[in-house]
Nanobody
Framework: QVQLVESGGGLVQPGGSLRLSCAASGSIFSINVLGWYRQAPGKDRELVAAITSGGSTNYADSVKDRFTISRDNAKNTVVLQMNSLKPEDTAVYYC?????????WGQGTQVTVSS
């Protein structure tokens, strides 16, 4: 079992930046993919970005060229650097860890982009 703890959310003005961090503990050896999802009010949860243990990345079209996901395997953390934030990026952001048999979620962190 994997435990995930997110940090770094908050309120930011349009055009600003935020950095989300997720620390993994537990059965971290089993993790294949680490990712970030988000869920806005009234909408389904959607993939924002993901990174494999080998470093391959995948981004939602809406965040390409603005967000960057990175992974520190030694520290068991995954970071989402978010630049040029827009009001439509407002959502609860969830860290996700996937192995061949299980999927784990963090508790979520609120990101609000507003002037």
């Amino acid at each position: 079992q994997v435990q995930l703890v997110e940090s770094g959310g908050g309120l930011v003005q349009p055009g600003g930046s935020l950095r989300l961090s997720c620390a993994a503990s537990g059965s971290i050896f089993s993790i294949n993919v680490l990712g970030w999802y988000r869920q806005a009010p009234g909408k389904d949860r959607e993939l924002v970005a993901a990174i494999t243990s080998g470093g391959s990345t995948n981004y939602a079209d809406s965040v390409k060229d603005r967000f960057t996901i990175s992974r520190d395997n030694a520290k068991n953390t995954v970071v989402l650097q978010m630049n040029s934030l827009k009001p439509e990026d407002t959502a609860v952001y969830y860290c996700n860890a996937a192995s061949s048999t299980t999927v784990s979620w963090g508790q979520g962190t609120q990101v609000t982009v507003s002037s």
